[in-house]
């Protein structure tokens, strides 16, 4: 049969089906740079502000073309004949021709809009509205019976001209084309200057033009300074872009070298265990003299030191394989009711041997009658030896390890191994949590381990939603807790009556 690679491992760490994201990036980043060296002069930052033109010709699209409207439905009111009429028909066309042009422009990327052509076209809708306008300055009302005619024309051309140099301040030069023409068709033929009234719009509406230019021009000017902070908004975007998607490769390129680690340690694992358990098993014959007693003492003693070294050695694979389960997700519990209180007594028991040896007390400080909780008993075996090992080995001689066992306020159970030997620096904590890393005290002592130990017991409590917290001070000792959450702690159970039980018995 053939052998299925499983691809769990892959599905929890590295989703290789996700397309990088690099070149879209990348991309998008050269884009944005093209538009750092923007300066007002060059053609993409014209193209730029040709866009905020056209956008701000279509947010405005209504508003002149309602005016007209408006302007229209007074002067028929007012009696005017049909030339009033026809220049509404006129202006109305002549802006949504502007209005099209502006749609066009917007809807096209910033990249495809050629500057010369798109301004030229501009200026020529604009000039042609010019010339709607210059037709209204001319228009007479002899009929209409309305005194002060002109200067309602007067007005009306203020307002257009206002409004105007507010929506196309983005293009220099569109107000001057568009009202220059009107302002001197209304001073030539829109209006008679032997009257001071008259005479005094026209003034009005020759100052204000270049006054209008001139807040245009400040407009404008408010302009470039919008696209200028857009472009460093931009450059803020394009490097957390590209901070991110280095970010993002570099943590895929990790995981997919701690997946290939985490394989081969549990590859090489397996194929070290094979030739361990032959050696153990011969050493121990030899060191037991199973085939009959050996002459020489000196080999019996070898025969010990290699079951010894072999067996360390096997410890050492084992935890280096448990390790690698646990980061490649691989390590299933076998989670069942199981009771803390019993688990770590058993393994008081197994560490008072090597306890006593060194003279060192183990105090259990239990609560009665805890209930039961839902773990992998094996796991949290291995818990409590591990932290119960490194209690003793780091306890100087005569010292005491503090086992403790209860409830925690939020209705979870926990675990806390104490012991008053040397300590961590608070700096080195984090080391001795990772993967074979060993803080200066454990270096210097006589019994160095392999740095797995504490990896271990972080990531099985992890696996349970638990947490584990280590507190130590320098020549204090060290306080190992492991707290279980209350989702996993079994409610007890009801007594059965005796009459019932005994009752369920007859039957």
Known sequence: MALQRSTTADKNIV?????????????????????????????????ELLKLHAHAMMNSATAIPLMVVLVTAAGLIAGMSRDILAWALITIACYAGLGILARRTDALDAADIDTATTRRNFLIAHFAGGIAWAYFASLTCEACGVDQFAIVKAVVLLIAMAATAIISSSLRGALMLTFALPVGVYALLGANLRQPAEAIMVGLLVAALPFFSYVAGHLHKSAIMLLSFRTEKDALIAELETAKSMSDEARRRAEEANLAKSRFLASMSHELRTPLNAILGFSEVMANEVLGPMQNGTYRDYARDIHGSGQHLLDLINEILDLSRIEAGRYQLNEEPVSLLTIVEDCCHMMELKARNKDIRITQMFEPSLPRVFADERALRQITLNLLSNAVKFTATGGEVRVRVGWTQGGGQYLSI?????????????????????GSIAIKSAEQGTGLGLPIVQGLVAMHGGEFELHSKLREGTDAIVILPATRVMEALPAIPTKAAAGGRRR
Do not use: C, M, W, Y
């Open 15 to 47: 989703d290789r089906r996700k397309a990088h994201r690099n070149t879209d990036v990348a991309r998008a980043v050269r884009r944005t740079r093209d538009r750092l060296s923007q300066q007002s002069g060059s053609p993409a930052f014209d193209r």
């Open 418 to 438: 104490r012991d008053n030997g040397p300590g961590i620096p608070a700096d080195e904590i984090p080391v001795v949590l990772s993967a074979f890393g060993q």
